[in-house]
């Protein structure tokens, strides 16, 4: 059973860095071909797909946030992390972590966490 | 802005069919990556309802199908029913962002 959960801080004030870690279970990152991914949703808005990073290390980011994201791993633990540079309030959303499988040419997220609501204010 | 746009809304009466496009361009849907299509409903994560264009997970009902052609995609549901109020979204490829990308989201609404 693949499980993932986002932790980190509530609230975060603007120009600070986030940190949010997603805890998973159920599946090993160093499996060939699986990935974990963010993806976000501020209140009232569509999703927002952020970053990934596969089995191999490899990572993709939204070239809109890429200078101020970094996506890693920690195999050992079963966590990926995710960094965001210079919070913004408009940055306020939920955030998701959720798996990443293969199939018919790209990559889809066939598990999600249950979210974290960051809010960025003074 | 998201580069696949979808309809903000649309509604059906319980029974009916409805669909949803997905329009991409020659940069991810019309470049051959796949489609997937996820079901937001109210207050809870999205989940995976079709992938690679027309597969359903385990536990999808049948109702729901997936479709792709040139640089769109659609999603249909059968026999609508209450429970499927929700929102929706379509997920691609983008070659040119070298990146995932989801659609703009449409809000189902059953009458």
């Known amino acids: 059973q693949i499980t993932l959960k986002e932790s980190g801080p509530t609230l975060v004030k603007p120009t600070q860095t986030l940190t949010l870690t997603c805890t998973f279970s159920?599946?090993?990152?160093?499996?060939?071909?699986?990935?974990v991914g963010w993806i976000r949703q501020p209140p009232g808005k569509a999703l927002e797909w952020l970053a990934l990073?596969?089995?191999?290390?490899?990572?993709r980011y939204s070239p809109s946030l890429k200078s101020r994201l970094t996506i890693t791993k920690d195999t050992s633990k079963n966590q990926v992390v995710l960094t965001m540079t210079n919070m913004d309030p408009v940055d306020t959303a939920t955030y998701y972590c959720?798996?990443?499988?293969?199939?018919?040419?790209?990559?889809?997220?066939?598990?999600w966490g249950q979210g974290t609501l960051v809010t960025v204010s003074s | 802005q998201s580069v696949l746009t979808q309809p903000p809304s649309v509604s059906g009466a319980p029974g009916q069919r409805v669909t949803i496009s997905c329009t991409g361009s020659?940069?991810?849907?019309?470049?051959?990556?796949?489609v997937h299509w996820y079901q937001q409903l109210p207050g809870t994560a999205p989940k995976l309802l079709i992938y690679?264009?027309?597969n359903r997970p385990s536990g999808v009902p049948d109702r729901f199908s997936g479709s792709k052609s040139g640089t769109s995609a659609s999603l249909a549901i059968s026999g609508l029913q209450a429970e499927d109020e929700a929102d929706y979204y379509c997920?691609?490829?983008?070659?040119?962002?070298?990146?995932?990308?989801f659609g703009t989201g449409t809000k189902v609404t059953v009458l």
């Open positions: 959720a798996h990443a499988a293969y199939g018919s040419g790209s990559y889809y997220s066939d598990y």
């Open positions: 159920g599946f090993s990152l160093s499996t060939s071909g699986v990935g």
């Open positions: 990073i596969y089995w191999d290390d490899d990572k």
């Open positions: 020659s940069s991810n849907i019309g470049a051959g990556y796949d």
């Open positions: 690679g264009n027309s």
């Open positions: 997920q691609s490829y983008d070659s040119s962002l070298s990146g995932y990308v």
